[in-house]
């Protein structure tokens, strides 16, 4: 699907763009928002792809996360070149809310779910970040591998995004990043996670995806 799909919800210099979603008897809402250039630049060539299966399951998510990974090269480990260019590489600035963008995929009636995002496309501008909101899960893992450009990783676990530690991927370049973190299983111990993804250098990633229950 493409951003044209949404309805504009919010007018104003952070617009909304909202696409309700039905699974069974779950229901959900995935909603953009942000600096409307800014949202439209990300945008503008980006597919979207969204899975929801209200019955999914560990075994869900552990079968996607190895599709997932077959995407990704396989590494040795980092190269003498990679470490000290990685040196070279500035601390990531903390974001602004005028170079984020939000989008969030809120359940608003059903429960128990297994999600998969793709976005292929999206052009991330330096210094701007796209954060990821979704409902309370158990496991969660993003990838990104980037076209052009360098895109960072961090995966969050409490909001104002400077409170609590964030699991963080920031190689340079085209190599691809990933987040990832589970808990078991049982009641009461879901988190909420937070995904941000950073321009580092303006560019487009070819994939970006997350994978959660």
């Given at each position: 699907?493409?951003?044209?799909?949404?309805?504009?919800?919010?007018?104003?210099?952070?617009?909304?763009?909202?696409?309700?979603?039905?699974?069974?008897?779950?229901?959900?809402?995935?909603?953009?928002?942000?600096?409307?250039?800014?949202?439209?630049?990300?945008?503008?060539?980006a597919?979207?792809?969204?899975?929801?299966?209200?019955?999914?399951?560990?075994?869900?998510?552990?079968?996607?996360?190895?599709?997932?990974?077959?995407e990704?090269?396989?590494?040795?480990?980092?190269?003498?070149?990679?470490?000290e260019?990685g040196?070279?590489?500035?601390?990531?600035?903390?974001?602004?809310?005028?170079?984020?963008?939000?989008?969030?995929?809120q359940?608003?009636?059903?429960?128990?779910?297994?999600f998969?995002l793709?976005?292929?496309?999206?052009?991330?501008?330096?210094?701007?970040?796209?954060?990821?909101?979704l409902?309370?899960?158990?496991?969660?893992?993003?990838?990104?591998?980037?076209?052009?450009?360098?895109?960072?990783?961090?995966?969050?676990?409490?909001?104002?995004?400077?409170?609590?530690?964030?699991?963080?991927?920031?190689?340079?370049?085209?190599t691809?990043?990933?987040?990832?973190?589970?808990?078991?299983?049982?009641?009461?111990?879901?988190?909420?996670?937070?995904?941000?993804?950073?321009?580092?250098?303006?560019?487009?990633?070819?994939?970006?995806?997350i994978?959660?229950?």
């Open positions: 699907m493409r951003l044209e799909e949404f309805k504009r919800e919010r007018a104003g210099a952070r617009p909304a763009f909202m696409l309700p979603l039905e699974v069974g008897r779950s229901k959900y809402e995935l909603v953009i928002s942000g600096p409307g250039p800014a949202v439209k630049k990300m945008f503008a060539e597919d979207i792809e969204v899975t929801i299966d209200p019955e999914g399951t560990q075994d869900t998510f552990s079968e996607q996360v190895r599709r997932a990974a077959r990704i090269p396989k590494s040795g480990g980092l190269s003498l070149e990679a470490i260019a040196m070279k590489k500035k601390r990531i600035p903390e974001p602004t809310l005028a170079k984020s963008v939000f989008a969030t995929l359940r608003v009636e059903g429960d128990g779910t297994f998969f793709a976005l292929g496309g999206l052009a991330i501008p330096a210094g701007f970040s796209l954060f990821v909101f409902p309370p899960v158990w496991s969660c893992r993003a990838t990104v591998i980037p076209l052009t450009g360098d895109q960072d990783l961090m995966l969050l676990f409490s909001w104002p995004p400077w409170y609590g530690g964030p699991i963080s991927s920031t190689f340079g370049g085209t691809p990043d990933v987040v990832a973190f589970g808990v078991p299983p049982f009641p009461g111990l879901e988190f909420v996670p937070v995904i941000r993804l950073i321009g580092f250098t303006t560019g487009i990633c070819r994939t970006f995806t994978i959660a229950f």
